[in-house]
């Protein structure tokens, strides 16, 4: 198998009912959930993956030869069938992996996707 890489990003919303659960609001509205939240950025556990984009690639003598590319996201999956499935990829292909904070808020906050992505493996 040649070596390959995947580059990849994925998108989160709020896990509100998580969020509720930790924070003693179970029976709440999300309305007054996501208030309690409030205007920062919530902390990875908080987040739920809604969509993992991802390019597979390898190098073919000279250039890039691309083997896939999709956008997997929980209106077709689960979530955790989006994040089996993409760690099981990465499980058989063992490639070098690619990734970006992808907006301003990420970057100021410091939040990183592989982060995102290992707490809600857990």
């Excluded at 208030?35 to 890039?64: M, N, Q, R, T």
């Excluded at 992996?97 to 857990?122: M, N, P």
């Amino acid at each position: 198998m040649k070596p390959s890489v995947i580059v990849w990003d994925l998108e989160t919303v709020p896990d509100v009912g998580g969020f509720a659960a930790a924070n003693d609001l179970v029976g709440k509205s999300d309305a007054e959930v996501r208030e309690a939240i409030g205007d920062k950025f919530p902390k990875h556990i908080y987040h739920s993956v809604i969509c993992i984009g991802a390019l597979i690639a390898h190098w073919d003598a000279d250039h890039w030869a691309v083997d896939a590319v999709g956008a997997p996201h929980v209106g077709e999956r689960t979530e955790k069938q989006l994040i089996t499935a993409f760690c099981d990829r990465i499980a058989q292909l063992n490639p070098q992996l690619v990734t970006f904070l992808s907006d301003q808020v990420g970057a100021k906050h410091g939040t990183g996707r592989i982060e995102v992505a290992e707490h809600r493996c857990r």
